[in-house]
């Protein structure tokens, strides 16, 4: 990042804090946050009475793969794809970003490992020069059932971003897909499959999600608990998948799909992880468990934007009119700091970042928020 601004006060703001919101102002030295007080300057940056909000923390989005490859068989080139990606990130006021690389590759991906290659490489080159808005990191999401999982891991684990890995397995049965109606509604429409072919293509998953799956699992993980990786379990359904995660050393339970999973999940010591798409939304796509649900029972942490970078900022907004801003923004900054390690950021307070958010919008509206300004490290990015 380049040189901070010196000093900057922003002032007449409503200052999210871990516990309230408090009218005041907030002065940002060399990058880092020197002072919070409440009521209004005479000088600075003046908020207009809208919200300043941490710098959003997006722990898994493939949203890079759809500016990658916009069209079937169209790879755009990847340093515009990444920069465009970036651009919309924060835009939607995400600071730091990890972005999810598929690893293990099977009939139905469109990209290579190739490309998930190309891609880790053009962001540590955009990060090394200085090219990108927000922050970004790299979570390797691992498809365990897949016969090439481990030597395309080992060949990602060189880059110096790769900070989170998901274990996941979509075979049909289970997890997120143990409704098969489901399942052939999803992957005989995206493959134009017949029926035939349909019931050949499940039995090879299954096929390989037995003979690959638990030997992977315990690989990856192994791995990732000797170079300090975190690691994420992926669309848990059982009690018995939760306890596998609790024994793998798992920190966080991406998208469990039932109640029981993400219950069992958050008394076992794991971060629960739901999508913004279904907050805003107001159920899962898949028909699996309701992120609402889980905040009404106090078991969601952290929330992802999954497929739609805005939706995290808009869910937030949305929470913040039954919980109140403070705890629904701590699930998009502080927890998910926290989970992936990153102490230097992710709340308003002293000697941390100046990752900041504008956003003019009032808690429980329907009508969604504005993003009118985002700052990283005190530097105006968007």
Same mark, same amino acid.
């Given at each position: 990042?380049?040189?901070?601004?010196?000093?900057?006060?922003?002032?007449?703001?409503?200052?999210?804090?871990?516990?309230?919101?408090?009218?005041?102002?907030?002065?940002?030295?060399?990058?880092?946050?020197?002072?919070?007080?409440?009521?209004?300057?005479?000088?600075?940056?003046?908020?207009?009475?809208?919200?300043?909000?941490?710098?959003?923390?997006?722990?898994?989005?493939?949203?890079?793969?759809?500016?990658?490859?916009?069209?079937?068989?169209?790879?755009?080139?990847?340093?515009?794809?990444?920069?465009?990606?970036?651009?919309?990130?924060?835009?939607?006021?995400?600071?730091? !970003?990890?972005?999810?690389?598929?690893?293990?590759?099977?009939?139905?991906?469109?990209?290579?490992?190739?490309?998930?290659?190309?891609?880790?490489?053009?962001?540590?080159?955009?990060?090394?020069?200085?090219?990108?808005?927000?922050?970004?990191?790299?979570?390797?999401?691992?498809?365990?059932?897949?016969?090439?999982?481990?030597?395309?891991?080992?060949?990602?684990?060189?880059?110096?971003?790769?900070?989170?890995?998901?274990?996941?397995?979509?075979?049909?049965?289970?997890?997120?897909? !143990?409704?098969?109606?489901?399942?052939?509604?999803?992957?005989?429409?995206?493959?134009?499959?017949?029926?035939?072919?349909?019931?050949?293509?499940?039995?090879?998953?299954?096929?390989?999600?037995?003979?690959?799956?638990?030997?992977?699992?315990?690989?990856?993980?192994?791995?990732?608990?000797?170079?300090?990786?975190?690691?994420?379990?992926?669309?848990?359904?059982?009690?018995?998948?939760?306890?596998?995660?609790?024994?793998?050393?798992?920190?966080?339970?991406?998208?469990?799909?039932?109640?029981?999973?993400?219950?069992?999940?958050?008394?076992?010591?794991?971060?629960?992880?739901?999508?913004?798409?279904?907050?805003?939304?107001?159920?899962?796509?898949?028909?699996?468990?309701?992120?609402?649900?889980?905040?009404?029972?106090?078991?969601?942490?952290?929330?992802?934007?999954?497929?739609?970078?805005?939706?995290?900022?808009?869910?937030?907004?949305?929470?913040?009119?039954?919980?109140?801003?403070?705890?629904?923004?701590?699930?998009?900054?502080?927890?998910?700091?926290?989970?992936?390690?990153?102490?230097?950021?992710?709340?308003?307070?002293?000697?941390?970042?100046?990752?900041?958010?504008?956003?003019?919008?009032?808690?429980?509206?329907?009508?969604?928020?504005? !993003?009118?300004?985002?700052?990283?490290?005190?530097?105006?990015?968007?």
């Amino acid at each position: 990042m380049s040189s901070h601004p010196s000093e900057e006060v922003f002032t007449n703001a409503r200052i999210v804090l871990k516990d309230e919101v408090v009218a005041g102002s907030v002065l940002v030295r060399g990058g880092r946050i020197a002072d919070i007080s409440s009521g209004a300057t005479r000088t600075g940056t003046d908020c207009g009475g809208d919200h300043l909000l941490p710098g959003l923390v997006e722990l898994h989005t493939d949203h890079l793969e759809g500016h990658y490859l916009p069209r079937p068989k169209v790879r755009w080139n990847i340093h515009a794809a990444l920069q465009a990606h970036d651009a919309q990130v924060c835009a939607s006021g995400i600071t730091t !970003v990890f972005d999810a690389l598929r690893v293990g590759m099977d009939e139905d991906a469109a990209l290579s490992s190739a490309d998930m290659g190309a891609m880790a490489e053009a962001i540590t080159e955009a990060t090394d020069d200085d090219r990108l808005r927000a922050e970004h990191f790299i979570h390797l999401r691992c498809e365990v059932s897949a016969p090439d999982v481990l030597s395309s891991f080992e060949s990602l684990m060189g880059s110096e971003r790769v900070r989170l890995a998901s274990l996941m397995d979509h075979a049909p049965g289970q997890r997120q897909f !143990v409704d098969l109606q489901t399942y052939r509604t999803y992957y005989q429409g995206k493959m134009r499959m017949t029926d035939a072919a349909f019931d050949a293509f499940c039995a090879r998953r299954v096929a390989e999600s037995e003979a690959n799956s638990p030997g992977n699992r315990r690989a990856i993980a192994e791995r990732c608990r000797a170079t300090g990786i975190t690691l994420a379990s992926h669309d848990d359904a059982t009690a018995a998948h939760v306890e596998e995660s609790r024994a793998l050393g798992i920190a966080l339970a991406e998208f469990p799909t039932t109640l029981e999973a993400a219950r069992l999940s958050r008394e076992s010591g794991l971060s629960v992880l739901m999508g913004a798409p279904n907050v805003v939304r107001g159920g899962s796509h898949s028909g699996n468990v309701s992120a609402k649900e889980l905040v009404e029972i106090g078991v969601l942490d952290v929330l992802s934007s999954d497929y739609v970078p805005f939706s995290l900022i808009q869910a937030t907004f949305l929470m913040a009119g039954s919980i109140g801003l403070p705890q629904a923004a701590a699930m998009v900054t502080r927890t998910p700091a926290r989970v992936a390690g990153l102490d230097d950021r992710g709340a308003i307070e002293l000697g941390l970042r100046a990752d900041l958010v504008r956003v003019r919008a009032e808690p429980g509206a329907a009508t969604p928020p504005v !993003v009118r300004s985002v700052w990283r490290e005190g530097r105006r990015v968007a």
